[in-house]
């Protein structure tokens, strides 16, 4: 199965016995082609920037749980209507349209 899923893109690695990419740390995604971007965990002082063309799909995850009290604020932009999608404590299954806490629309 993985040869067709690019052989994991070499961003992981395929297991054979459940017929899936298994992603190293830091990639996503049935082959593992999405780069997850890191939110630094300094509390409320961290800022990212993406400039997204066409269609995307961007994964943020915190670097480390925030210290009790502490909050960060995340603005995104964009020069078209974009969904943005946020799931909370679950490191097993990445946000979709069906799977998510969080959603906005355009």
Request: charged fraction near 15%.
């Amino acid at each position: 199965m993985c040869k067709y899923m690019n052989n994991c893109n070499r961003n992981g690695i395929c297991n054979i016995e459940i017929g899936r990419c298994v992603c190293n740390e830091g990639f996503m995604g049935a082959d593992c082609s999405v780069r997850i971007i890191a939110i630094p965990s300094n509390g409320s002082n961290a800022s990212l920037t993406n400039q997204v063309s066409g269609i995307d799909y961007l994964y943020y995850q915190l670097a480390q749980p925030l210290p009790a009290g502490n909050n960060f604020v995340i603005t995104l932009s964009a020069s078209n209507p974009i969904d943005v999608y946020i799931k909370t404590n679950d490191n097993v299954s990445e946000p979709t349209e069906f799977n998510h806490e969080v959603a906005i629309y355009k």
